[in-house]
């Protein structure tokens, strides 16, 4: 396992911030941890993959990190709010504000144009979008022939990068994806990784992304391993064999206890 960080964490400010997180489903018998007490650190500037099992938490994860769903107990801060504080209206808030989001579905509107899809978060929050950086993030994910189309005239990949340039837009503090390639070809695929690496290097950006695929992974700085509700490990400048290795140990070791 690689255990050098990419740069030095330890000055780096924390973007997010789970400690001690609990999640539990029912009740009893049918009791689910899906999280037991996971603490984790999400850095400014750092692309994270969650990797793990399928039911081993990571969606969870993300979803509690990101203020989508409740937890059962623990701490999630994003930037210096914990979220446990919050009212729903203030979380809704801190969601539309600091938080983009790329779902493995596009989430578009398909009655809207592609710009008028990236757009839309900004217009209705009010906000009026930085047109320089906007620019830049349309530059970036290489959508300027394509800004009046909408959504059916898109390929899939073309649709997640408007879903991409969408989350990046209003300059969120933190960028959350679960599976943003679960639906496309493996090029398509190549080409929205390498945005988000993209947003995260030039950019300064920060992205914590859910993904089964190491392929996927290996486009981060750091991968955090989930099992069963826990973290059991991290990689720092992961590769798609060294993930594919330790998720191979780790099934047999999953199969044999
Ligand atoms: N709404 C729910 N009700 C009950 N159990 C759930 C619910 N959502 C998830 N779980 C359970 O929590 C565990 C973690 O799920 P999840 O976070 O979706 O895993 P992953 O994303 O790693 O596949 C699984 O055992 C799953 O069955
Ligand atoms: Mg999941």
């Not at 959350?176 to 679960?182: I, S």
């Not at 750091?222 to 191979?248: C, H, Q, S, W």
Request: net charge neutral; proline share 4%.
């Amino acid at each position: 396992m690689t255990t050098t960080p990419v740069a030095d964490r330890s000055t780096a400010t924390v973007a997010a911030r789970a400690t001690d997180l609990s999640k539990i489903y029912g009740q009893g018998e049918t009791q689910v941890v899906a999280l037991d007490r996971v603490s984790v650190d999400f850095r400014q500037a750092e692309f994270t993959a969650i990797m793990g099992p399928s039911g081993s938490g990571k969606s969870t994860l993300m979803h509690c990190v990101a203020g989508l769903d409740t937890f059962s107990s623990g701490s999630v801060r994003i930037g210096e709010t914990e979220l446990g504080s919050l009212k729903d209206r203030q979380l809704t808030k801190l969601r539309r504000d600091k938080i983009g989001f790329i779902f493995q579905a596009f989430n578009l509107l398909p009655t809207l144009t592609a710009l008028e899809n990236i757009t839309l978060p900004m217009d209705i929050a009010g906000r009026k979008p930085d047109k320089q950086w906007l620019d830049t993030v349309i530059q970036m994910v290489g959508l300027r022939d394509r800004l009046g189309h909408r959504p059916a005239q898109l390929s899939g990949g073309q649709q997640q990068r408007v879903a991409v340039a969408r989350a990046l837009a209003s300059r969120p503090d933190i960028i959350f994806g679960d599976e943003p390639t679960g639906n496309l070809d493996s090029r398509s695929g190549a080409e929205v990784l390498g945005f988000l690496r993209n947003s995260v290097r030039e950019l300064g950006q920060t992205v914590v992304m859910v993904t089964h695929d190491p392929v996927a992974a290996a486009y981060a700085d750091r991968v955090v391993f989930l099992a069963d509700g826990r973290i059991v490990d991290e990689m720092y400048r992961p590769t798609a064999d060294n993930v594919l290795d330790f998720m191979k140990q780790f099934d047999a070791k999953g199969r044999t206890s």
